[in-house]
């Protein structure tokens, strides 16, 4: 049952205890963009692409993991969060090699789709360029780090939901990689399952099927899963 | 050991230091160490060892930059500084002042500024006691605020009483300590931790280090303190690994004071018991940050989460935990020995206390100095001997996280908010000095380049956006920017204050915004003629280096 | 009357791929020529890039020192420069090679000595999108760009005149 109210863009919003901002928008159809977030996942607040402000406070938050509270005043929309979130997007378009013409996943890709949303049509900041390396080593699947943008849904998916925590971060700042195991190719790796969740929570072209022209993602509901887990059900 | 034996042991120390007539020190700290100072110490002992002068190693003196250095303590003289000492020079020094001479080689004048104008309260027993000893300690009162505060006061008038003092964490952000303990102390859960944040890691900053190598037993002491206030029975010391000395120091700390039953099951007699581990870092500044470092002390990757909730409320293990930081910890005893009213009434109003600074760059001397909050910047140089190389231009302050204060406010009294006013920050206290034949962008790229090097890498803001003001940097400092990338670099700047994750990213671009802010003209002259105002370009290590 | 439009269309590295995209415009570019002059193009025999052009589309990155030099030329004689496609707008495919590197690509591309002659305009050190190198007014992503959305460019800056 709703327990609080708040409001957000200047409407009356329902939230339950301990729901995030974003959900209490989201169940009354007020869309924030997001990137690193996946429903079914533990947020991490890792993009910043879905902050937004709160009334009394100095700086906008991210609505993926800040409680809804009651009275709070919420803006999703506004030109400073707008700017903020086309430069995050610029800003991770610039990182690394994200060559959306030869890409598997373009026209189906989170980031390509979300830089359009914002309206980004060319990136003013310089190309880091860095030399990333491809991991075809796994039967089925590959990883090109070329196009990760480090948001970590492939790690939260393969820990919180599969349970083998393959994959982790390695590095750090802007030599951050995603491992698997420890830095060993993902063929070699004694804990990957093959079940593919990385793959599809992978909003890029990072995490793709080999062979398959164009990667399918999102097929599997992993909200659904989350809540069979807990039933213990299969 | 129980209270009365304590009494009685410190009792004897303080006997035996008196007997000993002349005192003879040399700073063991590791800059003096580095300076040769061990083989002083072993010329000595070997020299005067057997005498009735008491020779030992001790703890910080101050200023760092002159080591190795020595004094003299007799009862009733003033204590003679010596400076730059070798062994030869050492046993004439101490052979002069037996003779009666207290002007042997080496001597500092006895009006000295950078030891005779501190305040020491966090450092007052730092070169007076021998670190790597107990009954050193116990001889200038160490502990005996511990049985004070545990034999006298309930854990609510502990927490009253460092609430009344206004004492405020030391760390660099200034939150009220006594709110913080009573926070915790409130909090529900039997089980809460103490934590010291050692992980001293600004570029110019060794402040903390400086404690923890000269007097481990106050930080220990401190925190045993705050364990009793909140009620923990298990704290950790994260030390940075590039602290190896201050580790090895404070586990043997550690282990003297289990010993003498001052730390581990029943101290004192009493029923309150604490466990302290040391935990080492392994080279990451964002473990600085207090989620940061508390998931490397679990073992996991050091990197931020999200606050709220603070580790207060959701701390180590998902447990209520007080954190602080060394210097913060460092005031606790002689705030509950003198009583609040005391701590007050150093400092100014609203700064309670003092602030220890590690002063370096451009200046004559470069050291530790503690001074009562307040206290002019202007007298901080003065105390180090002023500038050197040229002119006063610039002191940074908080490190890669602060901004400079330029010369015109020179007179600004160093407290939380007059430094917040100027756009830098309190810091933990380290306070790099700057002539004027420093380039300015140049020093903004030294600590964006650091910055982008330590960002953990978890939130784009941080992670991306000082990839690109380093790049930014280097083509301002390089001759190849145009007034537009200027405001991309403000832009930038302005986004990573805003929507970084922790205060890593947030506070990164201070070092860029602070000298724009004061030294925007540098900037531009970069850009708009290709020249470096102060010929920095003229350094061949220097980015700016071959500009037309 | 209203003034006819002065329109040139260029090349630097790209693979032409842009240039078709306008080519498929089909029937549209009778009706787009009603109102243009194509007064530059690789499309059209014309040597020299000429003064006073109203608008230029610019297909492909700037990869070597002759495309440096022609999109300073384009900025200079032109009003309004878009960007056409991916390869001006972000270096795209031509840019593949900077995380090699200059030295590195040219060993792999001819790995025997004499296979690469510098008779050729010299490779820059990377390549970069156009507007890191001149001002760029409008830009038109995609690999290729869709022929309406040129169109429509073209469309949105016909009416303005």
Redesign the interface.
Known sequence: MPRLTLTIDGRAVRAGRGQTILQAARSHGIAIPTLCNLEGLTPLGGCRVCIVEVEGRPRPVPSCTTRAEQGMVVTTDSERLAAARRMIVELLLAERNHTCAVCVMNGNCELQTLATYLGIDHVRYGFISPLASVDISHERFGMDHNRCILCRRCVRVCNEIEGAHTWDVGGRGAASRIISDLAEPWGESATCTGCGKCVQACPTGALFEKGAVATRKGTICLERLVEWRKRGEP | MRSAELLDRMKKAREMLAAAGTRVSVCMGSPCIAAGAEAVLRELRAMYGGQAIHVTGSGCMGPCGRGPLLRIDRNGEPTAFYEKMTPADACAAVGAYLDGNANGPGRLAPDFPFIARQTRVVLANCGTCDPESLESALAVGGWSALAQAIVHLTPEEVCAEVSASGLRGRGGAGFPTGLKWTTVAKAQGTQKYVICNADEGDPGAFMDRTLMESDPHRLLEGMAIAAYAVGAEVGFVYVRGEYPLAAARLRRAIAEAEQAGLLGRRILGRGFSLTIRVRIGAGAFVCGEETALMASIMGRRGQPVIRPPYPAQHGLWGRSTLINNVETYGCIAPLIRNGSAWFKAIGSPGNSGTKVFSISGDVDTVGVLEVALGTPLRHLVEMAGGVTGGTFKAAQTGGASGGCIPEGHLDTPVDYESLTALGSIMGSGGMIVMNDQRCMPDVARFFMNFCQDESCGKCAPCRAGTQQVSRLLERICGGDADLADLDRLEELCLLMRDASLCGLGMAAPNPVLGTLRWFREEYEAHIRGGRCPSNVCEREDSPCHGLP | MKQRIRLATAWLSGCSGCHMGLLNLHAGLLELFERCDLVYSPLADIKQYPHGVDLCLVEGAVGSGDNREMAEVIRERTAFVV?LG?CA?????A??R???GKAATLNRVYPQPGGFTPDVPALGE?VL?L??VIA?DA???G?PPAPDAIGQAIQRFVTRM
């Open positions: 960007s991916d707008v972000n270096g795209n495919v840019a593949l900077n995380p090699r990377i999108p507007h890191h760029v830009f038109i992503p690999c």
